[in-house]
DNA sequence: CAACGTGTACTAGTCTATCGACACACTATG
DNA sequence: CATAGTGTGTCGATAGACTAGTACACGTTG
């Protein structure tokens, strides 16, 4: 449970925390009903403004991670160890593909930019997909 | 060679301009040694800056995709072609992924993270493996 | 029911990315 | 060799993202 956020890196702070609470629930290092550290205390922890903390959480809140109890706490929410799992899986298939995709000379950042392509197109279609089958 | 961009997007000009003319080479609309429009004729037709057409430019450049010639124009780049065929072979191999990944029910979020994590992580062995292999 | 600990809300400062205005330098062309 | 058309460079304005400071509201706990 000890986060270890570097500020000169260039990636904001609060993403930084986001990203170590997804990892360690991933890990199961964070399981589901843990309570978070209290946003003062990690602020503390962490040398850094609480309001970045509410800000990581609260954004956590909105994917789903966390829920955030007025009085009491952060707690990692019910169906986040699913996801996880789920999430986990899907790690190993993407591995394969970069790795593959990679040796065959892209570089990283044409990777990304084609993965990004494929996510737009994908999205467009799915769209259109929805809306003949009706499901808006 | 007719590039549409939308100013409302979020997305900046310069990239939404990289990407069409991006597109453009790996459809086959712009071919090696093409010459690209003009920055002051660019900038006009799509009415914005010309110091935008230039950031776009110049970052293509960077990227190798086309050549400034100072006095004469911007041009298509000799290798251009065939990356843009490498990266269209690999866009099969993405699609066929992200839509088997999408269908085990991950959002798109969750996979454009995913995704990334798996860049840094190979990229982070690619970097000891070249170390070790002497090829810094 | 009081007091402490929790998340919440509002406001403001700072920094960076983006875009724009304008003057400079090179090159093809007649 | 002049001129028109090309890319190059410098500076400034603006908007948005990020972080911080401070006061408020709810809930648990004794």
């Known amino acids: 449970m000890i986060f270890r956020l570097n500020p ?14 997804k990892h360690s629930v991933e890990t199961g ?10 946003i003062r205390r990690l602020a503390e922890d962490l040398v850094m403004n609480p309001n970045t903390v509410v800000r990581a ?6 994917e789903g991670v966390v829920k955030l109890k007025h009085g009491s706490g952060a707690f990692i929410k019910e169906s986040a ?12 298939v993407i591995q394969s593909t970069v790795e593959r995709l990679l040796s065959l000379g892209l570089t990283e950042d044409e990777l990304r930019r084609a993965f990004e392509n494929e996510l737009a197109q994908t999205r467009s279609s799915r769209r259109s997909k929805a809306l003949t089958e009706g499901k808006p």
Not at 8 to 20: A, D, K, R, T, V
Not at 29 to 38: I, N, S, V, Y
Not at 57 to 62: D, G, N, Q, V
Request: glycine fraction near 8%.
């Open 8 to 21: 000169s890196s260039g990636i904001p702070l609060y993403l930084q925390l986001m990203e170590q609470v």
């Open 29 to 38: 290092a964070l399981r589901e009903g843990d309570q978070l550290p209290t």
């Open 81 to 92: 160890s699913g996801r996880a799992r789920l999430i986990h899986k899907a790690q190993t």
């Open 57 to 62: 959480y609260r954004e956590l809140e909105h």
